[in-house]
């Protein structure tokens, strides 16, 4: 084994004699671990550039003030840390910086942890210029935390956390019981980047504590990070403690809030929203007491309900700590909500939240709806609500204090909305705010975002004929890669394994026809997505046994969210067994989006999309978003079976639209725990009719316009669910 090399410096201090502050140069885990036993104040461990495979890097000492104990890559960047490595740190005045954990996941429930054990935590200690990207856990169920932040006045700066898919944090400060409770954590100048939609609850990009210990402070300070389509959950940052400041943040193209869930006394302020009309991004959300939100900015957050670009939340009266505490003595103010689909205040009002704000006052704020909408809801009492000195420029009820105007807004040097009139110049924020850049937050030698998903079309289109194998052209294909089918016959006998984006196209509509001849013609693995165009796909020579499935999902558990597009395709024969799917979901799997348009389902036993394989009462489910347009279903066991479970209100899906479109001799569209359905101008002959249940969160169910002969009235059933009727029936007419 080579022996680490040593190089010192001395240094006096005053009063004492020289010390040496070394730097310790490490080339493997064995000369970690000796250099690591004997740390003094200024020293430095420097590990060799390279891969570190498995490395469970611990770093304990006590530094002293400008004598930190640091750990460090000999070159920024060029230590990446792959499989299953870790870092914990305790002590004082500890420093880790310029390392990358990549190409792997933590061993346990973190990534970078600040301590080693109950009793042995870090205090006045940092980690700087720290990438995360895509560590993750291969079972997107399974969570874990990149960092925890233990002990007290610890900070993380300069860093870039990214991609994250499976359940857990990005970052949490912890808060329990025999460790210091008044974290006084610092996090600052990081580049939160995209993390996608995890269908379930647990997919916060950083959360300050827990219901268990909210009652008290944790005085943790978020300012100056750029988050980047963090769209994990609604919550975005999920404050759970009391006394923590938000504040010079960018949130940018973002779906979910921040949302002060427990714990009283909070700050939010100076932050910049720009939604960009993104679903569901939502600005801040407002529940418990003392709560403070001011010279905020916000700018084309299309968010209702829960993610309004402010939520003010009804609360439940004596109120358990994990449930609403009411809101009480919050000062909104000197806000600005530029092109925003909803303010809501009494947001969540039901059965059991029946408690409206109370003593709370809103001034100085200006409200500009979407599309010149109206954006103001009033969903419960608002006696305890003073309003001050605001503007709306929308027409709708007003009240004292809430003044209803035009608005003419010009874009300043900080690239800001502001009224040009002088009258106004008090409203609204601040003209001295400025958006943190790219160039402020994470590290220069690491791209922002560091990758982009492939696109559908983005690679090379392959010509291919009946005399060639389909599957070896599948195996073959580039990510991005269009295969277009010359006419004629396709057999398949064992699945197509789709691990990147694939087009299957006709290069004449109808006239390429895909024989079905296993159990599964399309297998979706890590990274595939599929878009299927034009061709024709035949099951007449399937297995006659129950099971099989046009298209499935892997049966191992997927991070990627994949996307499947369904356009001018003939479905037939889909019945010569029973419970023959078109897409067949799998557990731990998920489809960020379902598009079908224009396409023909003629003979099929089983369900077309069956999404209902996750049951649990954790609230995972199969797919965020479903759209079918213009399309017709012939004799099919079941248009849709989706199915969101448990009563967790933390995501934004399912979504499922369904228009244009002629169902005919077939079996009932039913849909449980959906939080948005539009079923829309469709023409239904004979067949079940549209089943909802509402069971969580706060639904909301459109069926309209649609012609029902010989089809039963649709049904909504309130299951859990326990608030207001969110559902519209109307204009559905019986017969043709």
């Not at 935590?121 to 291969?138: H, K, M, Y």
């Not at 939609?197 to 750029?226: F, K, Q, Y």
């Not at 213009?630 to 009563?647: E, H, I, N, W, Y």
């Amino acid at each position: 084994m080579r022996a680490f090399a040593i190089t010192a410096a001395a240094t006096v201090l005053a009063g004492t004699s020289p010390a040496f502050a070394r730097d310790l140069l490490v080339h493997d885990q064995a000369q970690y671990r000796e250099a690591a036993a004997r740390l003094q104040p200024g020293d430095s461990i420097i590990l060799a550039d390279g891969e570190w495979r498995d490395a469970a890097l611990i770093l304990t000492g006590e530094g002293k003030e400008g004598q930190p104990i640091t750990l460090t890559a000999q070159h920024p960047g060029r230590v990446i840390l792959t499989g299953q490595s870790s870092l914990k740190l305790a002590g004082r005045y500890l420093v880790a910086s310029n390392l990358v954990f990549r190409d792997g996941h933590a061993p346990g429930d973190e990534v970078i942890a600040f301590r080693t054990d109950a009793k042995h935590w870090a205090e006045q200690s940092r980690i700087t210029g720290i990438v995360i990207d895509r560590f993750n856990n291969p079972d997107r169920r399974r969570e874990d935390h990149w960092v925890a932040i233990y002990g007290s006045d610890n900070r993380v700066d300069h860093s870039h956390f990214e991609g994250k898919q499976n359940a857990g944090a990005m970052l949490i400060v912890v808060r329990q019981q025999g460790m210091p409770l008044d974290n006084r954590a610092r996090i600052d100048h990081v580049y939160f980047g995209p993390r996608p939609p995890l269908g379930s609850n647990g997919g916060e990009t950083i959360r300050i504590g827990t219901s268990t210990e909210s009652a008290s402070d944790s005085h943790t300070v978020v300012e100056d990070n750029l988050f980047e389509q963090c769209d994990g959950e609604v919550e975005i940052i999920s404050v759970k403690s009391g006394a923590n400041i938000v504040r010079r943040n960018l949130f940018l193209k973002s779906q979910g809030s921040v949302v002060l869930r427990h714990g009283s006394g909070n700050i939010v302020e100076d932050n910049i929203f720009l939604g960009q009309g993104v679903a569901h991004s939502g600005g801040i959300r407002v529940i418990n007491e003392r709560q403070t939100i001011r010279n905020n900015y916000m700018e084309g957050l299309a968010g209702i309900d829960f993610t309004s670009a402010i939520a003010v939340m009804n609360g439940v009266p004596n109120s358990p700590v994990n449930r609403y505490m009411p809101v009480r003595q919050a000062l909104i103010e000197h806000n600005s909500l530029i092109d925003v689909a909803r303010v809501t205040i009494g947001a969540g009002a039901d059965a059991e939240r029946s408690q409206a704000p109370r003593e709370t006052r809103i001034a100085d704020n200006l409200i500009t709806g979407a599309g010149g909408q109206d954006p103001l809801r009033l969903e419960s009492d608002i006696a305890g609500v003073q309003f001050a000195d605001n503007v709306v420029d929308a027409k709708g009820a007003t009240a004292p204090g809430l003044a209803r105007q035009a608005v003419t807004l010009a874009r300043a040097k900080n690239g800001l909305l502001y009224p040009v009139d002088p009258a106004l110049a008090a409203l609204g924020a601040r003209r001295d705010l400025t958006p943190i850049t790219r160039e402020q937050v994470g590290v220069d030698w690491y791209a922002k975002p560091a990758s982009r998903p492939v696109v559908f079309n983005a690679g090379p289109v392959v010509r291919v004929t009946p005399a060639q194998s389909l599957s070896a052209q599948v195996a073959a294909a580039a990510p991005g890669s269009v295969l277009e089918l010359a006419d004629g016959s396709y057999p398949v006998t064992t699945p197509l394994a789709v691990r990147s984006p694939l087009t299957v196209r006709a290069m004449t509509s109808g006239r390429a026809t895909l024989r079905m001849a296993g159990p599964t013609l399309f297998q979706l693995e890590e990274g595939g997505s599929l878009a299927l165009d034009g061709v024709a796909i035949d099951g007449a020579d399937a297995p006659r046994r129950p099971g099989n499935a046009v298209i499935r999902s892997s049966a191992q558990p997927m991070l990627e969210n994949y996307r499947l597009t369904i356009a001018d395709v003939r479905f037939e024969h889909l019945d010569g067994a029973p419970g023959f799917d078109v897409l067949a979901t799998t557990p731990a799997t998920l489809a960020g989006d379902i598009s079908i348009r224009d396409s023909a389902f003629t003979g099929v036993s089983g369900t077309v999309l069956a999404l209902a394989a996750e049951t649990g009462k954790e609230g995972w489910y199969g797919a965020e978003q479903v759209s079918i347009a213009s399309s017709q279903f012939d004799k099919v066991g079941t248009v849709a079976d989706m199915l969101r479970a448990g009563t967790d209100e933390s995501t934004f899906g399912p979504r499922f639209t369904l228009s244009g479109s002629t169902i005919a001799g077939s079996g009932a569209i039913k849909l449980s725990g959906v939080q948005e359905t539009a079923i829309t101008g469709n023409r239904f002959q004979g067949s079940g009719g549209i089943q909802v249940t509402h069971s969580v969160g706060s639904p909301h169910t459109m069926i309209s316009g649609n012609s029902l002969d010989r089809t039963p009235p649709p049904t909504v059933v309130e299951l859990a669910y326990k608030g207001p009727p969110r559902a519209v029936i109307a204009d559905n007419k019986k017969g043709l």
